[in-house]
């Protein structure tokens, strides 16, 4: 983990808990040990350990509220045994929530982002996950990756309008050939090693590189609608670009419905969307 990095978390887990202890009615602090120890039972695991997991966990969470704003933060710690044994930390979550008037709220920071029908199926839900943590048998709440954004919400007669902007595009966290083996098309194999180690390129950092997504929610009786759209890029390094011999993430846009609706005695859901990938338009 590099100073910078180390750095910036603290700066932020301060500023956090400094702003909560500020303006603060109720603060809570709680948290959690937790081991996870996993291994592949494949011998031809081309990966450089037979290890998938080899973790120790501390995380503290701080919850603050007021008549003001909401205050929260979560800050992982981590000895990683896997292979070369390292301490890292991630500040999962760090944010403000607060609401102007009667109809309207923001939440500002590092946060987990989620919206949609649920039970793991993201098809309008553009917002970043973690692959990784899913494959190797981490908890439900690292299945989605944090990214720092903007979420506003108009709450009218008409239903909730939700809108999210992230200033730097943060893809999906995927097996990178490290900790687990992926498919090369290049290779035609199963991979890992340092030698086909795999990071899609980036798109640049620029305002017009962000993300936006938006989302529109209102009930017809009992059955939960909503419109969503998306302006961003693939969460998949899915490109490939023929020069520079690298993946990176294309343009996309997304328009989509849901509908959510008890029948007889359970719970039914459709979902869809419309994948308009920007640079392939027959794609």
Do not use: C, H
């Amino acid at each position: 983990m590099n100073y910078l990095k180390m750095r910036l978390i603290t700066i932020m887990a301060i500023l956090l808990v400094l702003s909560s202890t500020a303006f603060a009615e109720d603060v809570y602090i709680s948290g959690f040990l937790q081991g996870l120890y996993g291994a592949g039972l494949d011998e031809d695991n081309p990966t450089p350990s037979e290890l998938t997991a080899a973790e120790t966990r501390l995380q503290l969470k701080l919850e603050s509220y007021s008549d003001m704003a909401e205050f929260f933060g979560r800050l992982d710690f981590v000895y990683d045994g896997y292979d070369e044994p390292e301490y890292d930390w991630e500040l999962r979550e760090g944010y403000i929530k607060f609401r102007l008037g009667n109809y309207f709220d923001f939440k500002v920071g590092r946060q987990v982002l989620t919206w949609g029908t649920g039970d793991l199926i993201f098809i309008n839900d553009l917002f970043a996950k973690d692959y990784v943590s899913f494959f190797v048998g981490r908890d439900d709440q690292y299945l989605k990756a944090p990214q720092d954004a903007l979420r506003g919400a108009y709450y009218s007669p008409i239903g909730t309008f939700s809108l999210v902007y992230t200033p730097r595009f943060t893809p999906n966290r995927v097996p990178t050939g490290m900790r687990l083996s992926y498919f090369n098309p290049m290779a035609g194999d199963i991979v890992g090693g340092s030698d086909y180690f795999f990071e899609g390129r980036l798109p640049e950092a620029e305002i017009e590189n962000g993300e936006i997504a938006g989302r529109f929610k209102r009930y017809f009786g009992t059955a939960d609608f909503a419109l969503y759209g998306y302006r961003g890029f693939y969460k998949n390094p899915e490109g490939f670009d023929p020069v520079a011999m690298r993946a990176y993430y294309p343009r996309l846009n997304v328009y989509g419905a849901s509908i959510r609706m008890p029948i007889f005695e359970g719970i039914a859901w459709l979902e869809g969307g419309y994948y308009d990938s920007r640079e392939d338009t027959d794609g």
